[in-house]
T-cell receptor, first 112, second 111 residues
Framework: AQSVTQPDIHITVSEGASLELRCNYSYGATPYLFWYVQSPGQGLQLLLKYFSGDTLVQGIKGFEAEFKRSQSSFNLRKPSVHWSDAAEYFCAVRGGYSTLTFGKGTMLLVSP | NAGVTQTPKFRVLKTGQSMTLLCAQDMNHEYMYWYRQDPGMGLRLIHYSVGEGTTAKGEVPDGYNVSRLKKQNFLLGLESAAPSQTSVYFC??????????FGDGTRLSIL
């Protein structure tokens, strides 16, 4: 069965600083990977996805992620964080019938 | 275009009561899903459907039933609510091979 690990429960970043959120996956074949963001009291919004091809994928809101098969990782990055980026971020891997297995999430706090 | 709509948004139940959560999507998606979100646990799949009239169990199906009588609707039922089912419930839908679209969630408290 597939699984996703997000090692960091909370991360605090200063506004304007760079960000990297870690995601490691376990999956038997070529994975389809996603990053979602959840603002308080809201549903999940898709940031970006990796299906195949270029291992560096661009998403919305200035986010990007890099797929590294050798490390079973799909880390999310942003060069300069804004206060509005404070939210919870979820990495997910797709299983059969497009079901998703999520990591436990990383809460991003942005300090002034 | 409303996307995925969940009703109700909030509900408080007593132990042993029953209720149904409704999910409606207007995007003509084939696949629909119900997840629960608990603090520190991420989202876990309860049940899903790959088309009208079909349902399947996910990771945590016990205590829940579902029905997909119409393509646009996916109902989640609790026959006898338990405090352990206090959670935020999310519905999602997707076309074949595409990412899921999520509703805004239903906050359910069971006393």
């Amino acid at each position: 069965a597939q699984s996703v690990t997000q090692p960091d429960i909370h991360i605090t970043v200063s506004e304007g600083a760079s960000l990297e959120l870690r995601c490691n996956y376990s999956y038997g074949a070529t994975p389809y990977l996603f990053w979602y963001v959840q603002s308080p009291g809201q549903g999940l919004q898709l940031l970006l996805k990796y299906f195949s091809g270029d291992t560096l994928v661009q998403g919305i809101k200035g986010f990007e992620a890099e797929f590294k098969r050798s490390q079973s990782s799909f880390n999310l990055r942003k060069p300069s964080v804004h206060w509005s980026d404070a939210a919870e971020y979820f990495c997910a891997v797709r299983g059969g019938y497009s079901t998703l297995t999520f990591g436990k999430g990383t809460m991003l706090l942005v300090s002034p | 275009n409303a996307g995925v709509t969940q009703t109700p948004k909030f509900r408080v139940l007593k132990t042993g009561q029953s209720m149904t959560l409704l999910c409606a999507q207007d995007m003509n998606h084939e696949y629909m899903y119900w997840y629960r979100q608990d603090p520190g646990m991420g989202l876990r799949l309860i049940h899903y459907s790959v088309g009208e009239g079909t349902t399947a169990k996910g990771e945590v199906p016990d205590g829940y039933n579902v029905s997909r009588l119409k393509k646009q609707n996916f109902l989640l039922g609790l026959e006898s609510a338990a405090p352990s089912q206090t959670s935020v419930y999310f519905c999602a839908s997707s076309p074949l091979w595409e990412p899921q679209h999520f509703g805004d969630g239903t906050r359910l408290s069971i006393l």
